[in-house]
């Protein structure tokens, strides 16, 4: 319904529709550190003889380079098989590929033996797991020589010191698909993490290269923050002695008490909007005036959306006037956050929301109509039927009765 909602935002500004992006190539998988750990053979080599089953089933060779896990049978190829559900890319492997794979006994399903005709050459073939995404290609000589490291070594220690070492590594410098792998099974490791110098400095360039990198940062900072590192503050206090990438002062927030005062400080003042936005992001409860003041006067949208972010989750309903004021911003993502937020805070918001939804111009109004969308509960529906009745402005009436999901000009 929110979506039907900011629909009917887009046709009120005359917006037009996107055209749909192109088709892209088949991804890489970002869990492929799992699907190594559990496949019964891992194996780098060049793909040979690929070609199509049926419509959607393909084979091929794969003449092994090497063995990270299991035993390739002598020195024959290996035969692999997959599905290409995507019909309008290109299929994920051609002739000439170096490729990382991670593989598994292939599915014995009706259609796959009838794609292979051959049981014998059904129960020799191996399927790439997880379901076709468990592959790297072109893997450099140093993320593989780390990856054998790590699967060498028994279960119970690669969630121990070793295991996060080898973890770290590739989350700093190998591909990124690997990287992000490698990220996020160290996101899943448990107990208090401790690390040399040399690690956390490793760990400083893996966030460094996580800046611009969502995918590859959230793992990271989900690491950080459960694990404590030990090691790891005095690294990040050095680094943000400097200009530094906001990433750094989000993670040194999340360790301990978060940044140390002076230094929070002097990162809510900074020149950098990155930096501003990620202090704002782990500010303290002695910063929510400052928090306050970017939300209302701050350049730059990114700021003022991580002050208000931060501050509903600081102060909770206490922080309403505060929000309520940024339903004005000139900004749309500012105004959808303080709806989201204000709208969490439940019936006890619906009166405001009211008042700001009849008193206050456009695209205030609008937002408080979006904030009552979101709170549901039968106070805010009767507020949206008020609103859709009898509003002065037609774009009122339109967005709530939109948001009531009925039709423009209908009355309950």
Known sequence: MRLALLAGLALLAGAAAAEPPAAAPAAEGTALVEALEAAPLAVVGTIEQRHALDARGWRAL????????????????????WEELASARPPRFADGDRVLLALEPLSGSSLWKERFGDPKALLAARG???RGTAFLRDPSLGSLSVLRHYLSLPADLRGGPAGQRHLLSLAAQAERALAVSAARRLAE??????LTGEEARVVLRALVRAESDAELAAPLLSWIE???????????????AQPAPAILVTARGLLGEGLPAEREKVLLASRSPDQRAAAAGVAGPEHAGRLADLLRNDPVPQVRVAALQRLARLEGPASLDTLLDAFDDEDAAVRNEAAEHTAAFGPDAVPRLREVATRWAWPASQTAVLALRLAKGPEARAALVELADGHADERVRTLAALALGRGIGHKD
């Open 62 to 81: 794969v003449r092994v380079e090497s063995a990270l896990a299991g035993q390739a049978a002598g020195p024959a190829p290996v035969v692999i098989a």
């Open 189 to 194: 490791l448990s107990g208090d993490a401790e």
């Open 128 to 130: 790439v797991a997880q």
């Open 226 to 240: 459960r694990g404590q590192p030990a090691g790891l503050a005095p690294v990040l206090d050095a680094a943000l």
